[in-house]
T-cell receptor, first 113, second 115 residues
């Protein structure tokens, strides 16, 4: 059984650019959630996808968008990058009917300069 | 508005002693609580959870206590081991809707277990 994997592990972008982060869910998991963890803070919920549909969103602007594919892998896209978008981006997969445990990937460290 | 609070940013405990990590929440809709452990350069790892219908859940050296009236939960680690040194996050969710992984996290407590 494979775990949650994210790519890339590190990324440096310039303010105003666009970025795409990728996540492969744990085998059998149909729900993917994305979190942003700023330095010294806990992870903050961005949005969740269930069976390719957005299924809830946190307090993030529309320039944060996502996709979930039929194989349950997922992408997080951020447009018009700002310096404050610099953070660790975490992907978590879970089973909707399987309890609340979400299993996290190792994260993508995004630095916006 | 911080709905899940971990008021102690750090904690140092001697090996073999008990570590007690605390967490408070404000949202009465939370009905499922989790603890995650995070090492540097890794994602959070699920440790233990508790449903609001219980007041205690135990898994080996780890026990979580929930006091709903006080909106408070704690994680007890007995005995503490050097490998337990990590950042511990308290998280809360609402399992009843089936959208289980929309979690609200605290800011974390860095636990250091000394020899």
């Amino acid at each position: 059984e494979t775990g949650v994997t994210q790519s890339p592990t590190h990324l440096i972008k310039t303010r105003g650019q666009q970025v795409t982060l990728r996540c492969s869910s744990q085998s059998g998991h149909n729900t993917v959630s994305w979190y942003q963890q700023a330095l010294g803070q806990g992870p903050q919920f961005i949005f969740q996808y269930y069976r390719e549909e957005e299924n809830g969103r946190g307090n993030f602007p529309p320039r944060f968008s996502g996709l979930q594919f039929p194989n349950y892998s997922s992408e997080l896209n951020v447009n018009a990058l700002e310096l404050d978008d610099s953070a660790l981006y975490l992907c978590a997969s879970s089973l909707v009917a399987g309890g609340a445990e979400a299993f996290f990937g190792q994260g993508t460290r995004l630095t916006v300069v | 508005d911080q709905q899940v609070k971990q008021n102690s940013p750090s904690l140092s405990v001697q090996e073999g002693r008990i570590s007690i990590l605390n967490c408070d929440y404000t949202n009465s809709m939370f009905d499922y609580f989790l603890w995650y452990k995070k090492y540097p350069a890794e994602g959070p790892t699920f440790l233990i959870s508790i449903s609001s219908i219980k007041d205690k859940n135990e898994d080996g050296r780890f026990t979580v206590f929930l006091n709903k009236s006080a909106k408070h939960l704690s994680l007890h680690i007995v005995p503490s081991q050097p490998g337990d040194s990590a950042v511990y996050f308290c998280a809360a969710g609402n399992d009843g809707t089936g959208t289980a992984s929309k979690l609200t996290f605290g800011t974390g407590t860095r636990l250091q277990v000394t020899l």
